[in-house]
């Protein structure tokens, strides 16, 4: 019997490991090797089944798709022709794949019911039934029940259990460009925590937050999720209260009691990709010449509202990338002195706002990975919140922004 978790908490998995079905789990897909067909030559082949896994934590549950997509060439009948109409397309792979030798070419269609299959068990022997009987037709002596042992990359990653959101999307690949080896998020209030929010749940290996401050009830009223009276008694360090609160869904979220200074900016000049989401201060500015000169891609985030008639003002994000800086040194973007740039420098803050700062800053980081299509490149943006209007700054000349590559500004 496998070792694996899954396969021992979902029966239907169970049963097609121990029947001797060649299962692996790759990327979060379910993907079963060996399956006999006849190719359009009436020649015996052997292929392979991908679909994405459906989860309720660590155990499957009824799949939501009856599609089964299929790497290998389009199935037939023992004479080489169609098995039946609309069986196998094209059309119906979904965009699954598990990786380059794992993209499926052609995708089948057979429900078995209004509702669908009730378990992978039974949606795999089914498919493999229509495809084996022509082959067996051909060779009775093959089968898709090899014994092979099962595989799995399931406890390979950074997630406790398994993202099966990326895989039945069928952005896996796009998934994988976010799979950077240290990521540093400085200051822990409203938009930094909301920034982790968003990058817990991507591959990031490494996620390391730094603030010195601790968690209290204000902070919780512009903060994601929502914490307990337990937890504001607690009173921990801020670094500490978001890094327990996320371990239940992912490994490798460092937490850093202190603030960055000169003494200690060393800590986030070797990540790949650094947000500042901290305060206005003397020590930001030095982070910032730290970042520029260790040549470390940034995003620092500002929000300045008041309160007149309605709460009106704007939320800045603006990116630093090598080569790429001269706007955040001359520009008089970025407020590094309490009262300095005051647009971008109140106190008054509201949960969304952060929010919204967080959600800007994540898709610009995405874009520069080229998770996201990326056509201007900008470096600097601001959202004012009375006109619902959008303004880009700085945008590189397109060719580089579509590189992901840092380029002067144009």
């Given at each position: 019997?496998?070792?694996?978790?899954?396969?021992?908490?979902?029966?239907?998995?169970?049963?097609?490991?121990?029947?001797?079905?060649?299962?692996?789990?790759?990327?979060?897909?379910?993907?079963?090797?060996?399956?006999?067909?006849?190719?359009?030559?009436?020649?015996?082949?052997?292929?392979?089944?991908?679909?994405?896994?459906?989860?309720?934590?660590?155990?499957?549950?009824?799949?939501s798709n009856h599609v089964m997509a299929f790497v290998g060439s389009a199935p037939c009948n023992k004479d080489g022709g169609e098995i039946s109409p609309g069986f196998a397309n094209v059309g119906l792979t979904s965009g699954w794949a598990a990786g380059p030798e794992l993209t499926p070419a052609v995708g089948f269609s057979q429900k078995p019911r209004p509702d669908g299959y009730v378990d992978f068990y039974e949606k795999v022997t089914t498919y493999a039934a229509i495809l084996l009987g022509p082959a067996q037709a051909i060779d009775p002596t093959v089968t898709p029940l090899q014994g092979k042992p099962f595989t799995t990359d399931e406890d390979d990653g950074v997630f406790v259990y398994l993202d099966t959101f990326s895989s039945r999307a069928g952005?896996?690949?796009?998934?994988?460009?976010?799979?950077?080896?240290?990521?540093?998020?400085?200051?822990?209030?409203?938009?930094?925590?909301?920034?982790?929010?968003?990058?817990?749940?991507?591959?990031?290996?490494?996620?390391?937050?730094?603030?010195?401050?601790?968690?209290?009830?204000?902070?919780?009223?512009?903060?994601?999720?929502?914490?307990?009276?337990?937890?504001?008694?607690?009173?921990?360090?801020?670094?500490?209260?978001?890094?327990?609160?996320?371990?239940?869904?992912?490994?490798?979220?460092?937490?850093?009691?202190?603030?960055?200074?000169?003494?200690?900016?060393?800590?986030?000049?070797?990540?790949?990709?650094?947000?500042?989401?901290?305060?206005?201060?003397?020590?930001?500015?030095?982070?910032?010449?730290?970042?520029?000169?260790?040549?470390?891609?940034?995003?620092?985030?500002?929000?300045?509202?008041?309160?007149?008639?309605?709460?009106?003002?704007?939320?800045?994000?603006?990116?630093?990338?090598?080569?790429?800086?001269?706007?955040?040194?001359?520009?008089?973007?970025?407020?590094?002195?309490?009262?300095?740039?005051?647009?971008?420098?109140?106190?008054?803050?509201?949960?969304?706002?952060?929010?919204?700062?967080?959600?800007?800053?994540?898709?610009?980081?995405?874009?520069?990975?080229?998770?996201?299509?990326?056509?201007?490149?900008?470096?600097?943006?601001?959202?004012?919140?009375?006109?619902?209007?959008?303004?880009?700054?700085?945008?590189?000349?397109?060719?580089?922004?579509?590189?992901?590559?840092?380029?002067?500004?144009?």
């Amino acid at each position: 019997m496998s070792a694996s978790r899954l396969v021992r908490d979902s029966p239907d998995l169970q049963r097609l490991v121990s029947e001797g079905y060649t299962v692996r789990i790759v990327k979060n897909y379910l993907v079963v090797d060996d399956i006999p067909y006849v190719d359009s030559e009436g020649e015996v082949q052997a292929g392979s089944f991908i679909c994405p896994l459906e989860m309720a934590g660590d155990r499957t549950v009824k799949p939501s798709n009856h599609v089964m997509a299929f790497v290998g060439s389009a199935p037939c009948n023992k004479d080489g022709g169609e098995i039946s109409p609309g069986f196998a397309n094209v059309g119906l792979t979904s965009g699954w794949a598990a990786g380059p030798e794992l993209t499926p070419a052609v995708g089948f269609s057979q429900k078995p019911r209004p509702d669908g299959y009730v378990d992978f068990y039974e949606k795999v022997t089914t498919y493999a039934a229509i495809l084996l009987g022509p082959a067996q037709a051909i060779d009775p002596t093959v089968t898709p029940l090899q014994g092979k042992p099962f595989t799995t990359d399931e406890d390979d990653g950074v997630f406790v259990y398994l993202d099966t959101f990326s895989s039945r999307a069928g952005i896996t690949a796009r998934n994988e460009l976010l799979e950077l080896s240290k990521v540093a998020i400085v200051g822990l209030g409203g938009t930094g925590a909301y920034i982790l929010d968003l990058l817990a749940k991507t591959p990031i290996r490494n996620v390391h937050l730094y603030d010195g401050d601790t968690f209290s009830t204000h902070n919780a009223f512009r903060a994601p999720g929502a914490a307990s009276v337990v937890d504001l008694n607690a009173r921990m360090a801020k670094v500490d209260f978001y890094a327990a609160m996320y371990a239940s869904m992912r490994r490798n979220i460092h937490p850093h009691a202190a603030y960055i200074t000169a003494a200690n900016v060393s800590e986030v000049t070797d990540a790949d990709f650094v947000f500042l989401a901290m305060d206005s201060g003397p020590d930001k500015w030095t982070i910032v010449n730290s970042l520029i000169a260790a040549g470390v891609p940034f995003i620092d985030t500002g929000i300045g509202v008041s309160d007149d008639s309605g709460i009106a003002g704007q939320i800045r994000v603006t990116t630093g990338l090598p080569g790429a800086t001269d706007h955040v040194t001359q520009g008089g973007l970025i407020s590094v002195v309490a009262g300095d740039a005051a647009e971008y420098d109140t106190n008054l803050q509201v949960a969304e706002l952060n929010m919204a700062a967080a959600v800007m800053a994540v898709i610009r980081f995405k874009k520069w990975l080229k998770f996201y299509a990326d056509t201007e490149g900008e470096l600097h943006s601001t959202y004012r919140i009375d006109t619902n209007e959008t303004l880009n700054k700085y945008a590189r000349i397109s060719e580089q922004a579509d590189s992901g590559e840092g380029a002067g500004v144009a």
